[in-house]
């Protein structure tokens, strides 16, 4: 299931309990960053034994336009990931709705 832009914000917002990853590259990243921990989606397979203790959390994943997360998402879900959300038009559909801001 994805999750909106407004939904996400609202989540931080009240500190909601999930665990928030970028999977875009090191450059995007620092150019405009809401918090996400970075990890490149190349680097997602060689993340899952650091993301294993997470497989029962909620996660949200998130790119530029919503596709690079589209494919991880699908990645963690294979790898036996519950409830995975991608965040639907990424960090342009947050720019559209917000701004450059957290």
Excluded at 3 to 14: F, H, S, Y
Aim: proline fraction near 4%; include cysteine; glycine fraction near 8%.
């Amino acid at each position: 299931m994805d999750i909106t832009v407004k939904e996400l914000k609202e989540k931080m917002a009240n500190e909601d309990g999930f665990i928030l990853i970028d999977v875009r590259e090191p450059h995007e990243h620092a150019d405009f960053d809401i918090g996400g921990n970075l990890i490149p989606l190349g680097d997602v397979p060689t993340a899952l034994p650091e993301l294993e203790e997470y497989k029962d959390s909620e996660i949200i994943v998130y790119c530029r336009s919503g596709r690079r997360s589209a494919t991880a998402q699908a990645f963690l879900q294979q790898n036996g990931f519950k409830n995975v959300r991608n965040l639907e038009g990424g960090m342009l559909a947050w720019e559209e709705a917000f701004g450059r801001t957290k």
